[in-house]
């Protein structure tokens, strides 16, 4: 049973760089796609970008500037980097895995992280 | 971008009750539409697939359908555990992106 782990800091002040891990167990990191989804107290759902173990990435439009997502595959972990954070960015940020491709047909995430709540304040 | 648009935002309904929620795309996804339910302080929990795909350990209370800009997803026979916040995701190609979810609350 693949389960993710994911730990960060928690307290960022404005410009600074937004930095989180999320480590797989239980599975293997390569063959399958991970991302990384955002969500603001009280709001809904942002897809930030996706990763798999060969570096092919696949990133939000509205974030892709300020974003990078990358694989440790010899750790079975993936990494996001936010730089030039601003009150904005305070959200809960989720790792998750993309469900079989042949079977879902594409983006879907179907096992989550526990989350880990960043705060931008100055 | 695809926005993704659901109704209603918010749903009083009592335990027993069938209740449905409707999701709009702003152009059309074919069938890649997936639903989800959070509930408060948890990640999201994948349900529907596919737009009708049964993700598998979910109960077949749930139901999706649709295709192209509309879709629903149904609750049979609400129960105390179903009371939680449903989001729909849009996965066309390379992008995705979710509707801002529909509360579902004990009336």
């Known amino acids: 049973q693949v389960q993710l782990q994911q730990w960060g800091a928690g307290l960022l002040k404005p410009s600074e760089t937004l930095s989180l891990t999320c480590a797989v167990y239980g599975g293997s990191f390569n063959g399958d796609y991970w991302t990384w989804i955002r969500q603001p107290p009280g709001k809904g759902l942002e897809w930030i970008g996706e990763i798999n173990h060969s570096e092919s990435t696949n990133y939000n439009p509205s974030l892709k500037s300020r974003v990078t997502i990358s694989p440790d595959t010899s750790k079975n972990q993936f990494s996001l980097k936010l730089n030039s954070v601003t009150a904005a960015d305070t959200a809960v940020y989720y790792c998750a895995r993309l469900k079989d491709i042949a079977a879902a047909g594409g983006g879907v995430f179907d096992i989550w992280g526990q989350g880990t709540m960043v705060t931008v304040s100055s | 971008d695809i926005q993704m648009t659901q109704s209603p935002s918010t749903l009083s309904a009592s335990v027993g009750d069938r209740v449905t929620i409707t999701c709009r795309a702003s152009q059309s996804i074919s069938s890649w539409l997936a639903w989800y339910q959070q509930k408060p302080g948890k990640a999201p929990k994948l349900l529907i697939y596919k737009a009708s795909s049964l993700e598998s350990g979910v109960p077949s209370k749930f139901s999706g359908s649709g295709s192209g800009t509309e879709f629903t997803l149904t609750i049979s026979s609400l129960q105390p555990d179903d009371f939680a916040t449903y989001y729909c995701?849009?996965?066309?190609?390379?992008?995705?992106?979710f509707g801002q979810g529909t509360k579902v609350e004990i009336k």
């Open positions: 995701q849009q996965y066309n190609g390379y992008s995705r992106t």
